[in-house]
Every structure is written in C-alpha cells, then in structure tokens.
C-alpha cells in the first residue's frame, strides 16, 4: 500500500505538497474526528491515511445517492470507534467481492466500515468532523461515471482501479 500523505500546506491556497511518511516523520500524523448525522456514532483516526480519492462507480453512487463517493483509509489499528457500535446496521452486497456499506441505523449516514478480510478501514470522507489535511488524489472507476457528475478538474482518472492497486486486490 503507497505510503502518501498529501498535506494541505496552506489552509489559504490548498497547495498540496506531497510528503512521503518514513517512519521518522509518523510525528506529522493527524488525528481526525467524525460521527453521523445524528451524532450516535463517534469515531476517531489517526493518519497517516493510505488513500483519498472520489469513486464514481454505481455502488458507490447509490450507497450515497450521489455522483461519487469520496474515501479514504486507514490501516484498523488506526481507527478507534468511540461512541454507537450498537447504532451501525452493515450490510455486504452479495454479489460483491468486498463491497459493503455500514450506516446508521437511526439516521442512515455512512459511517467507516471494515473491508470484509480485515485489512482496512474506509471512511467516507462526508462523515469526518475534522479537516484530514489530505485532499484527494484520483478519480476511480471514471468510466461508470453518471453524466452528469463532476468534472476532472486536476485530479487523474482511472477506468477502474489504479493499475498500482491491483496487487492489493480493491474493495468491490
Ligand atoms: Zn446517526
Ligand atoms: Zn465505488
């Protein structure tokens, strides 16, 4: 898994800078707060965060109800669930391989869920109470795209996952 924290150097003109966390460096880890819309889940994640990006796939689409999901993840030893394990209904589409969607029971948010082997958190960007000090990188699964979502905008686009994924299998 790529190591990368892209930081927000200035909060004024987002300028990414890409900073690349050998173990002397885990001192610029973040620490990052989120919950549901109704406040009965509260979590909390430490940095550094594998990945950010936008995917536009249709499971994304309609576990969100929009154009894209925005994501990023973290190893399990760098998530802690503080407050609501009772709240979070999961669900595992069946057809998948791994994709999965964990939400409130009461208010429907995405919260962060566990891949199916174990091995990842991801946390939907939407649900975090606090600024990652990471933007995204990448749109994935760009050619599922809705036409009428977003543009590309900088970011670079993947038909599906990056090649540079593969190795690791993804999370559908
Ligand atoms: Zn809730
Ligand atoms: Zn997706």
Redesign the pocket.
């Known amino acids: 898994m790529q190591v990368l924290l892209y930081l927000v150097a200035c909060a004024n003109n987002n300028l990414p800078i890409h900073v690349n966390l050998a173990e002397e460096n885990m001192s610029v880890a973040t620490i990052v707060h989120g919950s549901c819309l109704c406040g009965a889940i509260i979590y909390e994640a430490t940095g550094p965060f594998h990945v950010m990006v936008h995917?536009?796939?249709?499971?994304?689409?309609k576990s969100t109800g929009t154009g894209?999901?925005t994501n990023l993840t973290v190893a399990p030893s760098q998530f802690r669930l503080l407050k609501g394990e009772d709240s979070i209904s999961r669900f595992d589409l069946p057809r998948a391989q791994s994709?999965g969607k964990w939400f409130c029971h009461t208010c429907g948010c995405p919260v962060p869920r566990r891949t199916r082997d174990g091995t990842l958190i991801v946390i939907p960007a939407g649900s975090l109470d606090s600024d990652p000090l990471l933007s995204p990188t990448d749109h994935?699964?760009w050619d599922s795209r809705a036409s009428w979502g977003c543009s590309q905008g900088a970011l670079s686009v993947h038909g599906g996952y990056p090649e540079s994924w593969r190795k690791h299998g993804g999370n559908?």
């Open positions: 995917c536009h796939c249709s499971r994304c689409r894209h999901a994709f994935i699964f559908k």
